[in-house]
């Protein structure tokens, strides 16, 4: 069976109608291997001529490549042609012997894997083993492609089945060694502090220019119908209402103004400035920062799907408390076109917080004043229905959404905006996806639950954020848990049952008896007790300098009533009336103070829950 590719095959139907390109460069003549897709602004190129060392196999992987990537997003794509040719691309390159894809075997494979297995950085080392495998997919991606390929599906299914390609030669490679990095309590405080000091200097803003540009225009209508030259030296008002009249769907350069009229040129040149005067018509990609990171914040998306966000997505509910985002899918790959399992679409809700400072439904109201403007203004019009729309600094002349092949995050546009914003507050510096995986850790430290985290952050699988997103700070946490977890059962098996945890409040479970509370519960003063160990000291709570307690609290006083009853009880036969008088009497008169300082409603609440406990020693 041939394996070179003829033509004919090459313009098989497929999605987006790409096509292969081996033809040799018309300016050097070397040959090439090229994947062309085609792209309304400029063709979308793959190059694969690092293969052609081995050229059966590199059209052979470069077939593969095109079916695979007709479904998938551009940075998708670029990231597999990046493995492809640093992987195999590279290992081909290293070998004498022409290779192609019936003479794929068992040791070809077994040379692959030691090769990754090298040194492959440049500083000598190796790469991790979860790049191997990676590595190592790319290709079996490509080869998997053509599982059903009419021409070279044969050769395909031999070269899985048959030739011993490698499964699992790196186990353990998903588990994270390195642990997410967030921001601490006091840093997202002092971030989103300064998202809020922003946001109302931008309120004051939002009125201020409102103001200056009605006077402005005011006084360019009296100049104008006066015949006059309009006070643009001294009002920036008549500036930019003078821009909004004569620019309504473009942003003016200063060129354009000293054409318009040389004077407005010379007053936003010298008097002004020009991104003060744009300022009170539109909003700057560094006015948006304090918007995203607070949406960022309230929401937990991916960052990028926080950046690509759309009016048509939002709604607000009828009876103004809660605001809905349609039809989100919570992960970059998503918000690529995309025929790959990524997930459902969801609606998410989040509270509007009506009568909170700042709250969600008027970040949004504000942030929609700020840009409308702007929208008009789109160098690519189709980007008017995105929540984030600005215009540049300096520099370029684009009027956009952030953008970017490999998602809006990677927007130079974005990254120095939000480098300003730290800058500007002397911040730790930090990036949405920063935002996120801090914002899944404040929901692990308020609820304690990875469940709770991960539908805080919209994961299909539990499994992705154990492995992804785990900061060291959840990992001690958990490690704490369990440890508290096992030193609690031991307790509870040396003194038979007694001391129970399980049907505690968290803030009870420390202390040795029902509905206390312990300061330092491995650090117990009472007799018989070891420093280092949980205190075992079943009833003697209410004697003890780091108890807790809580008699306005119906729950905690029905223990308190039943606590007499326990300690009498031990007399029957539990312990001697001699122990029993030497030990107990001081811890049951100070048990009866407690019981003293229980009000009357809070006692007659208690006592109807009929609490039972063992009997103490």
């Known amino acids: 069976m041939p394996l070179m590719l003829r033509p004919e095959e090459r313009s098989a139907p497929v999605a987006f109608h790409s096509r292969i390109d081996d033809s040799r460069d018309p300016e050097t003549g070397a040959p090439r291997l090229r994947v062309i897709f085609p792209n309304n602004d400029a063709p979308e190129i793959y190059e694969l001529s690092c293969l052609l060392a081995h050229e059966e196999l590199a059209l052979f992987l470069a077939e593969g490549f095109n079916h695979w990537a007709a479904s998938v997003s551009p940075p998708t794509r670029d ?133 200056i540009l009605a006077t402005g225009r005011a006084l360019l209508e009296d100049a104008q119908s006066e015949g006059r030259a309009p006070p643009y030296y001294s009002e920036v008002g008549a500036c930019a209402a003078r821009i909004e009249q004569s620019f309504p769907d473009r942003l003016a350069l200063p060129k354009d103004l000293h054409l318009l009229e040389p004077a407005l040129g010379r007053a936003v040149a010298y008097k002004h400035g020009m991104i003060p005067t744009r300022r009170l018509l539109y909003a700057t990609f560094r006015d948006l920062v304090p918007f995203v990171i607070l949406i960022g914040t309230k929401t937990a998306f991916n960052s990028d799907t926080v950046l690509s966000l759309k009016w048509s997505q939002v709604r607000t509910s009828r009876d103004k408390k809660t605001i809905t985002f349609l039809g989100i899918k919570n992960r970059a790959s998503d918000l690529q076109v995309s025929m790959t399992e990524a997930g459902t679409a969801l609606d998410h809700d989040f509270a509007a917080e009506p009568g909170v400072p700042f709250a969600f439904a008027d970040l949004l109201d504000m942030l929609r004043e700020l840009t409308e403007r702007t929208r008009h203004i789109l160098s690519d019009p189709s980007q008017a229905d995105r929540l984030f729309v600005g215009i540049p600094a300096w520099g370029s002349q684009t009027v956009k959404s952030y953008d970017h092949k490999n998602g809006p995050s990677s927007d130079e546009a974005w990254k120095y905006s939000l480098q300003k914003f730290v800058n500007d507050h002397g911040l730790k510096p930090f990036s949405l996806q920063t935002v996120r995986f801090t914002e899944g850790e404040s929901e692990w430290r308020r609820t304690g639950d990875l469940l709770a985290v991960r539908d805080r952050l919209g994961h299909t699988h539990i499994a992705t954020t154990r492995t992804h997103y785990t900061s060291d700070g959840m990992r001690r946490d958990s490690q704490l848990r369990v440890a508290e977890t096992q030193a609690f059962y031991h307790r509870w098996a040396r003194t038979e049952g007694r001391i129970d945890p399980r049907q505690q409040p968290e803030k009870c479970r420390s202390a040795a008896t029902p509905g206390f509370g312990c300061l330092d519960p491995f650090n117990s003063p009472r007799p018989g007790q070891s420093k280092g160990k949980l205190c075992t000291a079943y009833g003697e709570c209410a004697d003890c300098p780091l108890a807790q307690a809580w008699p306005h609290n119906v729950q905690a006083a029905a223990y308190y009533l039943a606590l007499p009853k326990a300690i009498n009880d031990a007399r029957l036969g539990r312990m001697s009336p001699r122990h029993w008088a030497q030990k107990w009497p001081p811890i049951l008169n100070a048990h009866n103070h407690l019981l003293d300082e229980i009000p009357s409603e809070i006692r007659a609440n208690a006592s109807r829950l009929h609490v039972k406990l063992k009997p103490v020693g």
């Open 79 to 211: 990231k597999r042609l990046r493995e492809l040719t640093r992987g195999i691309g590279t290992f081909l390159m290293s070998l004498d012997q022409k290779v192609t894809p019936t003479s794929i075997d068992e040791a070809f494979w077994t040379s692959f894997v030691v090769w990754l297995n090298g040194p492959r950085h440049r500083s000598g080392k190796t790469w991790a083993p979860a790049t191997r495998a990676k590595t190592l997919n790319a290709v079996k991606i490509c080869i998997s492609a053509l599982l059903d390929h009419p021409v070279h599906g044969a050769a395909a299914t031999t070269i899985m089945d048959q030739s011993g390609f490698p499964h699992n030669s790196w186990p353990g490679r998903s588990r994270k060694s390195v642990p997410t990095k967030v921001l601490s309590p006091t840093e997202r405080q002092a971030m989103i502090f300064a998202c809020l000091s922003e946001i109302a200097v931008t309120r004051e803003h939002l009125l201020e220019r409102e103001a």
